[in-house]
């Protein structure tokens, strides 16, 4: 029963295009919500997070929007660069500190 | 202030054997948990240490035990090791308080079980 679901499990874009990445939940008690990004052999780096109560946060090239009645979450990134290429997270958090939800990744190709 | 770190990168074990892992968070950061990576999958919740104690746990059996030191550093010790152990496990820390729902990992440590 996966609670946090990425479907696209690959998404190739070109260098300069837009890049969105989706997200999905089934559990409307999250309260925060969290992307990382994942180089191979590397852990995971935090990008943005965006609270329940928020619909847009943003922090340079990315930006995060969450759609709470559809239970659907995305992030842009604008303009794309080849050093975007890597595993991107979603993540979901009930209260301010516990266990983080992971879906699965979508693996993001931005080609030059 | 440093980031997280883990040791060892990677390890290689036998079925039946006990490993432990170590972790040393970021300076400050009361909480640290760690996750287990399948290959192809998410990190999956292990448990979670806050202030030496545990402070919540994911679905993985008793064998899966951990500690957690004033000093920042916590350690994953794994017994009777298995095959499907066999993954890349992670630390992150997180500091109480504002921002505490953002968790900083290290690198992980991928372990193989024979």
């Known amino acids: 029963d996966q609670q946090v679901k990425q479907n696209s499990p690959s998404l190739s874009v070109q260098e300069g295009r837009i890049s969105i990445l989706n997200c999905d939940y089934t559990n409307s008690m999250f309260d925060y919500f969290l992307w990382y990004k994942k180089y191979p052999a590397e852990g995971p780096t935090f990008l943005i997070s965006i609270s329940s109560i928020k619909d847009k946060n943003e922090d340079g090239r990315f930006t995060v929007f969450l759609n709470k009645s559809a239970k659907h979450l995305s992030l842009h990134i604008v303009p794309s660069q080849p050093g975007d290429s890597a595993v991107y997270f979603c993540?979901?958090?009930?209260?301010?500190?516990?266990?983080?939800?992971f879906g699965k990744g979508t693996k993001l190709s931005v080609k030059p | 202030e440093t980031g997280v770190t883990q040791s060892p990168t990677h390890l290689i074990k036998t079925r039946g054997q006990q490993v432990t892992l170590r972790c040393s968070s970021q300076s400050g950061h009361n909480t640290v948990s760690w996750y287990q990576q399948a290959l192809g999958q998410g990190p999956q919740f292990i448990f979670q240490y806050y202030r030496e104690e545990e402070n919540g746990r994911g679905n993985f059996p008793p064998r899966f035990s951990g500690l957690q030191f004033p000093n920042y550093s916590s350690e994953l010790n794994v017994n009777a090791l298995e095959l499907d152990d066999s993954a890349l496990y992670l630390c992150?820390?997180?500091?109480?308080?504002?921002?505490?729902?953002?968790?900083?990992f290290g690198p992980g440590t991928r372990l193989l079980v024979l």
């Open positions: 992150a820390s997180s500091p109480t308080g504002v921002g505490g729902e953002t968790q900083y």
């Open positions: 993540a979901a958090l009930r209260g301010s500190q516990g266990n983080l939800i």
